[in-house]
């Protein structure tokens, strides 16, 4: 026994038992979605600082290999293109043709990002991400990099730089953003089948360490005649490291979660889902984007008009979150607006103005009701839109949650058979590199 009290005892053994609670604490604090991150990786599974540029990863191509057809997009960092695979075009054309094709073969389509002026690291930690991502369902894969003869060439110091373009895969001539369009609503079963999907994204996205820190609609592209998603724009991804401070100037200011907007910076993969969550709210409750902010500071005093201010105080006094006089303000004004207390979701179900009534004449003041969303879905909702990022759902947990009892066993299905498909890509992309 006294042997046993001088090991116990011993300075190597009280460190491994603090490491190991360590540890336990940590998983049992988040249970929760892969709560060591990137932590057990080699360093250079995450150091996008010393990440090879040009990247070895992926081909290099040059402007003449692709031909731009439509803008698909802009942003602050980048503008995004639909470009045809000259090469690609001229081996899928037919050897009696005789002559160009007349019409694209939406086999040869690719989406060509093409940066805007940004620091070198911004653009590795994109490439590094995106050299992880692959082989992982619903996700877009990145197919080359087109890098301009003049980029970081010293006789062009003065003159405005080319920026890198990345070639990424075409999500299909039928996607659209994933939200209700002006003519038609999403029903339930859709709501179900593609949410169940981007969790799929999401996990797989997190299992490898990655949050993606910009879920919004425009982010997630739904194909409703084949029946695909796929989660786009990584350009804001970062790894996660256990107990590291992150920016908090990321996401879109209408699906930016509590943490960030009360500049909370250890936070985790848990502002994604807070990002799904608001998705949801936008397809449910036919209210896009659902929380309206005019600023930072206005979109939490939205999201306290409905949540309410009791969980939100508990939430800041847990995380030692400073009460700062403008988020103090915001809380008071929203208070004496909206009472202070968390409302119910079926609340917020009243009618809408019928734009779909062909004798409506454009008078907005005919309503027509919203149809009442399942109690599973409002269940879901409020177990995603919670301010405590370690009480929100992770993505494997909402994937098991009954909302998608319905279409759960059939996204399983095709997640299995998408990632073997995506493996074959993989492969035939590396020999052809």
């Known amino acids: 026994m006294r042997i046993l009290k001088r090991n116990l005892a011993s300075p190597t053994v009280i460190l491994l038992m603090a490491q190991t609670l360590s540890i336990i604490i ?10 060591l991150g990137c932590s057990q990786q080699d360093r250079t599974y995450y150091d996008f600082e010393n990440y090879p540029f040009p990247p070895p990863d992926f081909p290099i191509k040059t402007t003449d290999d692709y031909m731009l057809t439509r803008r698909l997009g802009s942003g602050k960092f980048s503008d995004v293109f639909e470009a045809v695979d000259v090469q690609l075009e001229t081996k899928l054309l037919s050897p009696k043709g005789g ?18 002026p940004v620091a070198e690291r911004k653009i590795k930690r994109e490439l590094l991400v995106l050299s992880h991502v692959s082989q992982l369902p619903n996700l877009a894969r990145i197919l080359g990099v087109v890098i301009p003869a003049s980029y970081n060439h010293v006789d062009f110091k003065y003159r ?10 075409h999500a299909g001539c039928n996607s659209q953003w994933f ?9 339930e079963y859709e709501i179900q089948y593609f949410l169940c999907h981007l969790l799929v994204a999401l996990d797989h996205l997190h299992s ?11 982010n997630v592209l739904i194909d409703r005649t084949n029946w695909t998603l796929m989660l786009i724009d990584l350009g804001l991804a970062d790894f996660y490291l256990p107990d590291t401070k992150y920016n908090v100037r990321v996401a879109s200011r209408h699906y930016k979660s509590p943490e960030l907007l009360l500049g909370y910076e250890l936070y985790d993969y848990a502002l994604d889902l807070w990002g799904v969550g608001c998705i949801l709210a936008g397809l449910l409750l036919r209210r896009e984007p659902f929380f309206r902010g005019k600023d930072n500071l206005d979109q939490l005093g939205t999201i306290v008009a409905v949540l309410g201010t009791a969980d939100l105080h508990l ?28 409302k119910e979701w079926s609340s917020f179900v009243t009618t809408r ?15 027509v009701p919203i149809p009442m969303p399942s109690k599973s879905g409002l269940d879901l909702l409020s177990k995603l839109l919670v301010y405590d990022h370690q009480q929100r759902l992770t993505a494997k947990q909402a994937m098991k949650h009954p909302f998608f009892d319905p279409v759960r066993d059939r ?5 299995k058979e998408k990632m073997r498909s995506n493996r074959a890509k993989w492969i035939i992309g590396k020999e052809k590199s």
């Open 26 to 35: 940590a998983v049992v604090s988040a249970e929760r979605a892969y709560p």
């Open 208 to 218: 490898k360490g990655i949050m993606h820190r910009d879920v919004k609609p425009r």
């Open 99 to 116: 002559g160009p094709a007349t019409t694209i073969d939406p086999r040869t389509l690719v989406v060509l990002k093409c940066l805007k």
């Open 353 to 367: 103005p019928n734009n779909n009534d062909e004798n409506n004449n454009g008078n907005k003041e005919q309503q």
């Open 315 to 342: 939430y800041m006094k847990r995380y030692k979150i400073p009460m700062t006089p403008e988020i103090r303000e915001i809380i008071a004004k929203y208070t004496l607006q909206e009472g202070g207390t968390k």
């Open 179 to 187: 939200c209700h369009s002006k003519d038609h609503f999403l029903p």
């Open 160 to 169: 405005v730089q080319e920026m890198p373009s990345l070639v990424l895969e």
């Open 411 to 415: 996204v399983e299905r095709e997640v």
